[in-house]
């Protein structure tokens, strides 16, 4: 009962109606822990999130590390996007093994921690090792959209099964590091399959992919542009 009153609110007050959520730069932000390690949530003071933007970062980061070091709220803000932009614990080494499993438990724990329902569109990024919690998400189809941030690194397959059974999935790459071996795999695919692929040159290094506060505003920015001219908005 008390849930669905909070979620009834979160429709009435937009954004993050916890008691909780402090503002930050233009926005609020909370902080919270669950079993599989801390997550941030922060979006636009006053609207009402029409888009859920998942981030995983790399390797030798940690969830509040990346928040903290990567300016990653003032790229959300730079998007102008009306989303719900949250920040998920990913392996910080090879040998760490992917918290968020799946999708859906972690919907849930949004709902019930933020008091709001989140948006039904949901996109996707991992930087670096943070593909490999996207990968596994490939395996539940209900994330559509995956952006791989000079992330194209392992056993391409889960990327190629998630193109031939998700008829609406699509995967972003931003290269780097990892062009060649991202557009040699693209160019391996039947055309119904690449054609849902988009390949983006990097034009900077591995970090400066996040760090130079381009690529995630842009791809974010281009996203919501697409749902509202879908929605005929």
Same mark, same amino acid.
């Given at each position: 009962? #008390?849930? =669905?009153?909070?979620?009834?609110?979160?429709l009435s007050f937009g954004c993050l109606p916890s008691p909780?959520?402090?503002? #930050?730069?233009?926005?609020?932000?909370?902080? !919270?822990?669950?079993?599989?390690?801390? $997550?941030?949530?922060?979006?636009?003071?006053?609207?009402?999130?029409?888009?859920?933007?998942?981030?995983?970062?790399?390797? !030798?980061?940690?969830?509040?590390?990346?928040?903290? +070091?990567?300016?990653?709220?003032?790229? !959300?803000?730079?998007?102008?996007?009306?989303?719900?932009?949250? #920040?998920?614990?990913?392996?910080?080494?090879?040998?760490?093994?992917? &918290?968020?499993?799946?999708?859906?438990?972690?919907?849930?724990?949004?709902?019930?921690?933020?008091?709001?329902?989140v948006p039904e569109r949901v996109?996707?990024?991992?930087? =670096?090792?943070?593909?490999?919690?996207?990968?596994?998400?490939?395996?539940?189809?209900?994330?559509?959209?995956?952006?791989? #941030?000079? &992330?194209?690194?392992? +056993?391409?397959?889960?990327?190629?099964? !998630?193109?031939?059974?998700?008829?609406?999935?699509? $995967?972003?790459?931003?290269?780097?590091?990892?062009?060649?071996?991202?557009?040699?795999?693209?160019? %391996?695919?039947?055309? %119904? %399959?690449?054609?849902?692929?988009?390949?983006?040159?990097?034009?900077?290094?591995?970090?400066?992919?996040?760090? +130079?506060? $381009?690529?995630?505003?842009?791809?974010?920015?281009?996203?919501?542009?697409? $749902? =509202?001219?879908?929605?005929?908005?």
């Open positions: 009962m #008390l849930l =669905s009153l909070a979620l009834t609110a979160s909780e959520a402090r503002p #930050l730069r233009g926005g609020l932000h909370q902080r !919270f822990v669950t079993p599989n390690g801390p $997550v941030h949530a922060w979006c636009p003071e006053r609207v009402e999130p029409e888009l859920l933007v998942v981030y995983v970062h790399g390797y !030798f980061d940690s969830v509040d590390d990346a928040f903290r +070091d990567h300016g990653l709220v003032e790229q !959300f803000r730079a998007s102008g996007v009306r989303a719900l932009f949250v #920040l998920i614990d990913g392996p910080k080494g090879p040998r760490e093994q992917v &918290a968020w499993t799946r999708y859906a438990p972690l919907a849930a724990e949004l709902e019930r921690t933020l008091g709001r329902k996109m996707a990024m991992g930087h =670096s090792g943070g593909n490999r919690t996207l990968r596994e998400w490939t395996k539940e189809r209900l994330v559509t959209d995956l952006v791989l #941030l000079d &992330a194209f690194y392992g +056993d391409p397959s889960p990327w190629t099964a !998630f193109l031939s059974s998700v008829p609406a999935g699509r $995967v972003q790459l931003v290269g780097a590091l990892t062009f060649k071996k991202a557009e040699a795999w693209r160019r %391996s695919l039947p055309a %119904s %399959s690449a054609r849902r692929v988009e390949q983006l040159t990097a034009n900077t290094d591995h970090m400066g992919v996040i760090t +130079d506060a $381009v690529w995630i505003p842009r791809l974010v920015k281009e996203r919501a542009t697409e $749902v =509202s001219s879908t929605d005929g908005t």
